[in-house]
Structures are given as structure tokens and as C-alpha cells.
């Protein structure tokens, strides 16, 4: 059995600058695939597109079809209660979760500035209240005659995670930050696992007698958030709204009896899994996870896991050190500096059987 860890230095690693992609591959089949072996250890590059050669008629592949917003916002302070200008310091503002049509939670740059009461301005149009300030440092605010919907939908941009050093996104982040099976709106970051798929790489794997399921996570931009305590176990993980519907349930049961793998597509997919797992298998279910997956747990739903390569001192990484172990994910992490991978949201993937 292998040791386990849970002190945070032992999932940090230095990863040189220039392998933090920054735009996607010019085609989504581009990008490489990394395939990692538990049973032997045994680590191979390979490209995408090889991914079918890797699963078996019966296997089941569940991917996360939440659809990223436009939830970054630019504001500004409005100073005075008793004028509509706004000629405060500019803000930038990244919606959550939906309360109600106009109340948001979000995170708000510069928020210490962005006291309760404070009032922002969105464009020429609409005006927010920040009616509450959490303990978590988020700001819910509250659009005045206008739902946060319409605002987004006007002005909105799609949230690139920080690592993406650009001013801000182009068009082309506006197709390849969603996956192309994207349906339910919610997330504010991509489950970026599913980004390496095209519809022919589905028709192929479905033309195989490989089934697929879809849940539902909208990840929130936590997601992002390194962990700081020094002992892993003392992280927590924000809540997300989940959905694991009743035929991808039946759908992956059926895996399941025959003995085939289900494939998780990402961390996000993972956790609704493992959420879900219950004695008699996979259930249905809807509401709010906060699952923090570490090593040591036992996984009850996921035979194999579809991933990219993740940040140092993450709950990302963690979870995908608890799946495939801690030595064998850091060679395999070892072996994709070497080669040249590219890493985060928009690099390759690995594949953990």
C-alpha cells in the first residue's frame, strides 16, 4: 500500500513558466494525452485522438455538459447616493452564484474598497447595490431593475482563469473556453477536461459500443484557490450545485454490471460520482457537493480518470494524487515537464487507468 501524505509541501512542484498555455491548440484533436498505468506504473505520451484505443466497448465515459457565462464584469464606484455618475475607481467584478434574478454573490477585485452599501455602475444602464459582504470575502449584490442575466448576457466575458496572462479574452476563448457538449449555464470556470473533445471524437467513441452520460457540476472560480493550511486535511472546498439526472445514472449502472470502467471526464465529473455512490451503486441526485476528495478515499464509482495537469498545491491536484497515488502522478508530472507538455486549463490531458 502506499504511503500516504497529507503534509502541502509534498504536492507543490516547479513547473517553468513557458508550459503554462495560454491560448488552446488550434484544434481541439491537437492536444496530447498522457497515459498512466496503475497496475504497471507504466507512463506513455500519446496523442488525443489515440483516446478510443484506450477504452472497450462497454466502458462508460461521463462528462460534465455545464456551460461556462460571461460572468467577468468591469465597474465602476458610484460615490454619491445623490448622482447616477459613476466617477468612482474602476472595478472588476466576477458573478458566482444566482440568488434570485437580481441578487449575486461575486467576487469583487480590489473588494475592500467595495464596502456594504457601496453602490457600482455597469455601463451607461444599470446600477448594483452591495447588500451583504461574506465571511468568505465575496460581495452580494443586488442589480437595481434588471436581472444579473440580462447585465451578463450585455456585457459579460468569459472568466479566464488568472494564470491566463492576457488583458482580456478574444473571440476565440469565447468557442474554446466550453466544451463543445455544453448545455446547462452556470459554471465560471470550464471543466477543462472536456475542452480536448470534438463531436467526431464522441461519434467515434459511441461508434465503438462506448456509451456516454452526462452530469451536471458548475464550477465556481474557486477552483483556483491554492490550499494553505499546512495539513491538507484542514482545507475545505466551496459548494457547488450539482445534477446527476436518472438515465445517466441507469447508464452507468449498466457499466457497472457488465464490469466495464466508468470513465470520469475531470475532477468536477469525479466528484458528482463520488457524491452519488451509494450502497447499491450509482443514484440520482441534485443539490450541493462539497466533497473534498484526498488520499486515502475510497473510490466507489470511478474506475479511470480523464484529467489535465493541475496546479501545485491544489484540491485538483490532491484528488488526482488520491485516484492514482502520489509517487506515480508526480513521475508522470516529472515526465510531461521533460517532454514539453502543456499545462492548466488549456494543455493536454492525462489519462489515469
Not at 507543490?12 to 496530447?32: F, M, V
Not at 475592500?112 to 451607461?124: I, M, N, Y
Not at 491566463?164 to 449555464?185: C, F, G, H, L, M
Request: net charge neutral; aromatic share 8%; proline share 4%.
Amino acid at each position: 500500500m502506499c504511503e500516504i501524505s497529507y503534509a502541502l509541501g509534498d504536492y507543490d512542484y516547479e513547473l517553468p513558466e513557458n508550459l503554462i498555455a495560454q491560448r488552446p491548440c488550434s484544434k481541439r484533436e491537437d492536444s496530447r494525452l498522457m497515459v498512466v498505468r496503475r497496475d504497471t506504473g507504466e507512463i506513455t505520451a500519446h496523442r488525443f485522438a489515440d483516446l478510443p484505443g484506450f477504452l472497450a466497448p462497454g466502458d462508460c465515459v461521463v462528462l460534465n455538459d455545464t456551460k461556462v457565462i460571461p460572468a467577468r464584469l468591469q465597474a465602476r464606484k458610484v460615490l454619491r447616493d445623490d448622482t447616477d455618475l459613476a466617477t468612482g475607481a474602476e472595478v472588476e467584478v466576477v458573478l458566482l452564484h444566482e440568488r434570485d434574478d437580481e441578487a449575486w454573490e461575486a467576487l469583487v477585485k480590489r473588494g475592500r474598497r467595495v464596502k456594504k452599501g457601496a453602490r457600482l455602475s455597469f455601463g451607461d444602464r444599470w446600477r448594483a447595490t452591495v447588500e451583504d459582504v461574506l465571511s468568505s470575502g465575496a460581495r452580494v449584490i443586488r442589480f437595481e431593475e434588471v436581472s444579473g442575466r440580462e447585465v451578463i448576457n450585455q456585457l459579460g466575458e468569459i472568466p479566464l482563469p488568472p494564470y491566463i496572462k492576457r488583458e482580456k479574452p478574444d473571440n476565440t476563448d469565447k468557442e474554446r473556453y466550453q466544451t463543445v457538449y455544453a448545455a446547462v449555464s452556470g459554471a465560471v470556470a470550464a471543466p477543462t477536461a472536456g475542452l480536448h473533445f470534438t463531436h467526431d471524437m464522441l461519434d467515434t467513441l459511441v461508434t465503438r459500443g462506448i456509451s456516454l452520460a452526462y452530469v451536471t457540476l458548475h464550477v465556481s472560480y474557486a477552483t483556483f484557490r491554492p490550499i494553505v493550511m499546512d495539513d491538507i486535511r484542514q482545507h475545505r472546498v466551496d459548494r457547488e450545485y450539482f445534477r446527476l439526472r436518472a438515465e445517466a445514472a441507469r447508464t452507468i449502472h449498466q457499466a457497472k454490471e457488465s464490469r466495464r470502467k466508468t470513465v470520469a471526464v475531470g475532477t468536477t465529473t469525479c466528484r458528482v460520482l463520488e457524491t452519488c455512490a451509494g450502497a447499491d451503486g450509482i443514484e440520482s441526485a441534485e443539490g450541493w457537493t462539497d466533497l473534498y476528495i484526498r488520499p486515502g478515499f475510497e473510490f466507489r464509482a470511478v474506475d479511470a480518470l480523464l484529467t489535465n495537469f493541475h496546479l501545485p498545491r491544489s484540491s485538483l491536484l490532491v484528488l488526482v494524487c488520491a485516484f492514482g497515488s502520489r509517487t506515480l502522478i508526480f513521475d508522470a508530472y516529472k515526465k510531461a515537464i521533460s517532454e514539453k507538455f502543456r499545462f492548466y486549463s488549456y494543455g493536454d490531458a492525462m489519462l489515469i487507468l
